[in-house]
């Protein structure tokens, strides 16, 4: 049985591939309406019920992706740990009640969180030789979840949501870009480390036995002159 640490990242990138699968799917044959309606209210039609599967299955392998984050000991202790945190239970709430006010908000509070995480992290992966190779994918991402959360402000305000619905499903997919990327390296991580540890763990039982085996040798020969000069 493969270990948490390497069973998290697996699992959660299969949840966000699965996610992304079904919003394909689901926009083929699905109802019209995806530019004007938010992501909650599409959820909410007949035929919109696969968007609804879709943020709640990227809430689920978030949570799964944050355990697994803690497990490598990823640098996200903090406020990307629980921007990470609040978009996961935030999305679930919009999947499980899709068309309600609390979805809408949830929706909302979920958009701006995970924005928030993404923006955070790059900086975090930046500073870390671990995680230092998708620093620099993670702050272009964190650029275009940035630029259009400020396009949202604008269209959900001055802009009277026109276009809300599609400014809104091209952040979701920005994000859920974040989460494939960060889901790839942290399964590389977590396998590197499992690579390594049984080496070191080994050599230091080895080094350990070979020093009591000499130390049984030294006191054996050091046994056997006092007898002789006896």
Do not use: C, K, N
């Amino acid at each position: 049985m493969l270990p948490l640490r390497r069973l998290y990242p697996l699992v959660a990138g299969a949840g966000v591939l699965a996610a992304s699968l079904t919003l394909v799917i689901g926009r083929i044959g699905g109802p019209d309406g995806m530019a004007d309606l938010t992501i909650a209210r599409y959820a909410a039609l007949d035929g919109g019920r696969a968007a609804a599967l879709a943020v709640g299955l990227l809430g689920v392998s978030s949570l799964l992706l944050a355990a697994g984050m803690r497990a490598v000991r990823a640098p996200v202790a903090g406020w990307p740990q629980a921007l990470t945190l609040a978009w996961a239970v935030s999305a679930v709430i919009a999947a499980v009640a899709p068309g309600t006010r609390v979805a809408e908000v949830a929706m909302l509070v979920a958009l701006v969180s995970m924005a928030g995480a993404t923006a955070l992290m790059s900086r975090r992966f930046g500073a870390d030789e671990r995680w230092l190779p998708i620093a620099r994918p993670m702050e272009w991402l964190a650029l275009a979840a940035g630029g259009t959360l400020a396009v949202l402000t604008y269209v959900s305000l001055p802009g009277h949501g026109v276009l809300a619905g599609l400014v809104e499903w091209t952040l979701l997919g920005v994000e859920t870009a974040a989460l494939a990327l960060v889901a790839a390296h942290q399964t590389r991580v977590a396998w590197d480390d499992a690579a390594h540890r049984p080496y070191t763990v080994e050599s230091a039982a080895t080094r350990a036995a070979m020093a009591a085996a000499v130390d049984r040798v030294v006191a054996g020969a050091a046994s056997l002159q006092l007898s002789r000069h006896r």
